[in-house]
């Protein structure tokens, strides 16, 4: 009985190696396939969250001093995709003192500003993934990365928290019907964390490019948040539904009107022109409307740390899997050390007369 006590017990102890083994095996594979390549230049930079999707667009704005790396020394979004021919335009927001634009490989090259306002451009070609730092914040992490075309870098939100751009993230049940025949909303973009965040006015969408981009977004309380017009697809407003702002009718390709948002709450906007054809838009401060929506941070990282619901889900179920054979294990071992001993009346015959 001893051995076969044994053997049972030895059977129990294998079986846990082997599921533990197992869930490590899940774990380490499932952060392994989330590791960022840009994970060593961002290293230092408390702002970046992943590569946000800014492709379909025309020109791309990024905030110059935006909130990171202990103040004012952050470019916003730090890392953004966007399409070959597509021009970047820096924006400083005149905080956090004098800023530049700087290339790892010396291709462009702003000058050192301290203006609000002042803004600097550059037009990317060709694929590739472009590094640049502002020069005296660059050891504080003041970093920014540009990702031209289908360049892997990994760490994108595409799946989990960037194609925020394209697939927005969460989608408030009472936004249904302002969005029915708004054909580029697709879910709310995150953008908290930014003092100022852009919104494209004569985007692709509706049609023909009768479109706000990204056509839903979150921010923070006191953020400002500026339109920018493309030229396209004829004149274009921006009016409030609750009349808190207007702007006035342009064509203009670069003009823009911008409007602080102090209070939390849901701001509905349109078109006027266009507002039938589905050129529509939303501006969530705070925690209006429900949680916070997918990227850049936001991500589908669930409650561990980037790793998502599904690997969690996907990686419990086969952990549950292994441990099926182990609780029979147990129970059997368990059920052997309750018999009573056995006797072995060759040995313990009855006692002699």
């Not at 400083?92 to 490989?105: I, R």
């Not at 075309?149 to 990994?154: F, I, L, R």
């Not at 006015?201 to 493309?230: C, H, L, M, Y």
């Not at 911008?258 to 906007?269: I, Q």
């Amino acid at each position: 009985m001893t051995t076969n006590r044994f053997s049972r017990r030895a059977v129990v102890r294998t079986a846990v190696g082997v599921g533990a083994t197992a869930a490590l095996g899940v774990g380490s594979s499932t952060v392994s396939a989330q590791s960022p390549t840009l994970s060593s230049w961002f290293s230092n930079t408390s702002n970046y969250d992943g590569v946000v999707d800014r492709t379909g667009q025309s020109e791309v704005t990024i905030t110059v001093g935006a909130s990171g790396n202990g103040g004012n020394f952050g470019f916003g979004p730090a890392a953004v995709r966007v399409d070959p021919g597509t021009t970047v335009v820096w924006k400083w927001n005149g905080k956090g003192s004098s800023h530049n634009v700087v290339a790892e490989d010396g291709s462009f090259k702003s000058e050192m500003v301290g203006t609000s306002g002042h803004t600097f451009s550059h037009t990317f070609e060709e694929a590739g993934v472009w590094k640049y730092a502002c020069t005296p914040h660059k050891p504080m992490g003041m970093k920014g990365a540009v990702v031209v075309g289908d360049a892997a870098v990994g760490g994108e939100s595409s799946a989990t928290q960037s194609t925020a751009e394209k697939s927005g993230g969460e989608k408030p049940a009472a936004l249904k019907s302002w969005f029915s025949n708004t054909s580029n909303y697709d879910g709310v973009v995150d953008r908290t964390g930014n003092d100022e965040v852009t919104v494209e006015v004569g985007a692709k969408g509706n049609g023909a490019s009768f479109a706000f981009g990204p056509a839903a977004i979150r921010v923070d309380p006191g953020t400002t948040v500026v339109w920018e017009w493309n030229g396209r697809g004829g004149a274009h407003n921006v009016v409030a539904e609750d009349g808190s702002f207007k702007s006035e009718m342009v064509n203009k390709s670069g003009h823009s009107f911008s409007h602080a948002f102090e209070e939390a709450g849901t701001y509905k906007y349109a078109c006027t022109p266009h507002k039938s054809m589905g050129m529509k838009g939303v501006v969530l401060v705070g925690d209006a409307g429900g949680g916070a929506g997918g990227s850049g941070g936001s991500s589908n990282s669930g409650a561990f740390g980037g790793v998502s619901d599904s690997a969690l889900l996907f990686g419990g179920s086969l952990l549950g899997a292994f441990l099926s054979p182990i609780a029979v294990a147990v129970m059997l071992a368990l059920g052997d050390d309750d018999r009573p001993p056995e006797t072995d009346e060759r040995t313990h015959g009855h006692p002699s007369d």
